[in-house]
């Protein structure tokens, strides 16, 4: 089991900007692809970004050029940078952790885009 925690959701007006933090536990952080994945009510869970253990990173193309993904392994944590949010960007927010064939969730967090 790798424990994925995140933070720093809310409500946020359009235009704005907020960043996710996700704290991992367990194995060696540096060793995993991590994700973020968003999802809202009777839809699926879909990809918004993720960052290869070199580093290399993918954006959906909803998000290109206002979404960033980063990650820090000396504190175990991936960060999603988001700006010039949208209304259409509000869902649950998930962490996402991926070794080999091994996937692990966050318990997801909220993020509203609305005024």
């Known amino acids: 089991q790798v424990p994925l925690v995140e933070s720093g959701g809310g409500l946020v007006q359009p235009g704005g900007s907020l960043k996710l933090s996700c704290v991992a536990s367990g194995k060696p952080f540096s060793i995993y692809t991590m994700g973020w994945y968003r999802q809202v009510p009777g839809k699926q869970r879909d990809l918004v970004a993720s960052?290869?253990?070199?580093?290399?990173?993918m954006y959906a193309d909803s998000v290109k050029g206002r979404f960033t993904i980063s990650r820090d392994n000396a504190k175990n944590t991936v960060y999603l940078q988001m700006s010039s949010l949208k209304p259409e960007d509000t869902a649950v927010y998930y962490c996402?952790?991926?070794?080999?064939?091994?996937?692990?969730w966050g318990q997801g967090i909220q993020v509203t885009v609305s005024s």
């Open positions: 996402n952790a991926v070794l080999d064939v091994l996937s692990y």
């Open positions: 960052i290869t253990r070199g580093n290399i990173s």
